[in-house]
């Protein structure tokens, strides 16, 4: 953006005229009475608010000193983009630069997050960084970052729009963490009441190794792979393709209702599992178990959600074999899992339930990033990136 493009009361600036570094330093924190120190670790991307922190008394060197209203950012790896307003005063790490506007007004100090926060701004502080294996930023390139300072009135409906946005996202998020939480209760809640407990085998159709093949790029049939398991349902990422005679298709080829374990993998994500739902036709790959289950007795995504949870993931894990980087599950040790059997209308019931959550939870997801995306087109008028 050049000033022949900006609005009538904008003016171009560099960061170094509104902002200034903050050099205060306290060489004895306890004794200055500061109790809290931040580090790198607590600063979470994306995040303006520090939500965890350190404890002087524990014994720190950080010198650093940062009042309420101040901003912190992570000068090391800038791409994390670390970025928070304290809300404390405390002591920060010496990866931290603690700023703050000169002249309030000039630049609303609830304004200068935000203008951190834009894609220019860390585009500027990484490309001036040095170093290879922990890159920095230096002060005199962050001060030389030029963006659109908009007049007073501008600025203070920026940060408005601005903090409501925020307001809503948080809050967005808040629905999702709750949502997980609700599901977690509603499974336990099925769980822990009195019923039969099964071996799976008792309540399982048949299982079958996947196919022991080369994928690529291209082919007649796409396969699924350990990485098609997401959040309890197959899913085509990074799918992969084959070339199948008629008879070793109609072997492989998976029938919605289908779950796919995964049987190989590192010990934490070992036995992975998903329910086949998808359109189109798909084999799997040797890394799977396909289950089918008896469906008079089990629901295929009670079972995923089961193996998927903290109670099965236990008993999985109770027949995993080690090896160097990963772990294992064959399948007729899978048949030896035990599992609480509810009959077939508490389970579907919990499905239904669990559905209804994972909506809201989906409803909140997208409207999230809505306002990130609202966002992101308010930090472009101020970057002079807008279209």
Request: hydrophobic share 40%.
């Amino acid at each position: 953006m050049t000033n022949k493009t900006l609005k009538p009361g904008w003016r171009r600036v560099k960061f170094g005229d509104v902002v200034r570094l903050s050099k205060a330093r306290s060489q004895d924190p306890l004794a200055d009475g500061i109790e809290r120190y931040v580090g790198l670790e607590h600063l979470e991307p994306g995040d303006l608010r520090i939500r965890s922190w350190g404890n002087v008394a524990d014994g720190v060197t950080f010198t650093s000193v940062f009042q309420p209203g101040q901003m912190l950012f992570g000068k090391r790896r800038a791409y994390q983009r670390k970025v928070a307003v304290a809300d404390f005063s405390g002591v920060c790490s010496g990866d931290i630069y603690v700023l703050e506007t000169k002249d309030a007004q000039v630049l609303l100090p609830e304004l200068l997050p935000f203008i951190c926060q834009t894609d220019a701004f860390f585009g500027h502080a990484v490309g001036t960084s040095a170093g290879s294996l922990s890159p920095r930023t230096n002060w005199t390139s962050l001060a030389g970052f030029e963006f659109a300072l908009p007049p007073m009135e501008e600025q203070t409906t920026l940060v408005d729009l601005f903090q409501g946005l925020e307001l809503t996202s948080e809050a967005h998020q808040r629905v999702g963490a709750v949502a997980d939480q609700l599901v977690r209760s509603l499974f336990s809640d099925v769980l822990n009441r009195k019923w039969p407990v099964v071996e799976l085998g008792a309540v399982v159709q048949e299982t079958q190794y996947g196919l022991s093949i080369n994928a690529g790029s291209d082919g007649q049939y796409p396969i699924l792979r350990m990485m098609n398991i997401e959040d309890g349902l197959c899913v085509e990422n990074d799918i992969k393709y084959v070339d199948l005679g008629d008879k070793d298709f109609e072997a492989y080829r998976l029938i919605h209702g289908d779950v796919l374990f995964n049987r190989t993998n590192s010990y934490e994500l070992v036995g992975r599992t998903g329910v086949y739902d998808l359109n189109g036709d798909h084999v799997f790959a040797s890394y799977l178990v396909r289950i089918k289950t008896n469906t008079e007795k089990l629901e295929p995504k009670f079972l995923a959600f089961y193996l998927n949870s903290d109670f099965g993931r236990r008993q999985v894990l109770a027949y995993a074999t080690k090896a160097v980087s990963q772990a294992n599950v064959n399948a007729s040790n899978l048949l030896r899992v035990r599992l609480p059997l509810p009959p077939l209308d508490v389970q579907q019931q919990l499905l239904d339930e669990i559905a209804e959550v994972k909506s809201a939870e989906k409803v909140a997801l997208e409207r999230r990033i809505s306002s990130e995306e609202m966002k992101k087109q308010l930090f472009a008028k101020i970057t002079g990136d807008a279209r």
